[in-house]
């Protein structure tokens, strides 16, 4: 497996790799639900806007097909849900054929270590209950509930966050 970072030509194996790997929440959603994220994992848009505003961080096999993507969004770029000087990982995605390789986990580890490179002070994230795998690696690298959230789409999520003057360098 080769980790190395995306940009603009990667984003059809992008759009991609989303649909393929988000597809396991399908039945944890109402319909209406499903096709909500689904629109937003199947528009192009949605890539061509993070690729512009972050560093996408992607693994690839040996066949250079995409099998996992992450994307850091530096401070400055506050959301409903990010605070301003917070910068936050956005859409961690694995392969489902990959699972298990703790793909995952290095994507988020090597977040962590371009934020500690650009001199970010609070890394974020949010997830939800039916992403019992991505929580678990959240927080086994350290990653702390800061609040719950407000339902998306019709399931309880949390924000995260990690102090990065905490982490050993």
């Not at 790799?17 to 396991?24: R, T």
């Not at 097909?65 to 910068?87: H, Q, R, S, V």
């Not at 694995?94 to 270590?113: A, F, Q, S």
Request: hydrophobic content about 35%; aromatic content about 10%.
């Amino acid at each position: 497996m080769i980790f190395r970072k995306g940009s603009i030509n990667d984003l059809e194996q992008l759009k991609e790799l989303g649909l393929k790997s988000w597809i396991q929440f399908k039945d944890e959603l109402t319909n209406d639900n499903w096709n909500k994220l689904h629109k937003t994992l199947d528009d192009h848009k949605t890539y061509s806007e993070l690729l512009k505003k972050s560093e996408c961080l992607i693994c690839e096999n040996n066949t250079k097909n995409i099998i996992g993507m992450a994307f850091l969004i530096p401070k400055g770029n506050p959301t409903e849900i990010y605070d301003e000087k917070w910068c936050y990982l956005r859409f961690v995605s694995v392969d489902p054929k990959y699972r298990g390789n703790r793909i995952g986990e290095k994507l988020t580890k090597m977040c962590i270590e371009l934020a500690l490179e650009n001199n970010e002070q609070t890394i974020a994230l949010h997830t939800s209950e039916i992403m019992k795998s991505a929580r678990y690696i959240y927080e086994k690298i350290g990653f702390k509930i800061f609040e719950e959230l407000e339902p998306r789409l019709g399931v309880k999520y949390w924000l995260y966050t990690l102090e990065l003057n905490e982490i050993k360098a």
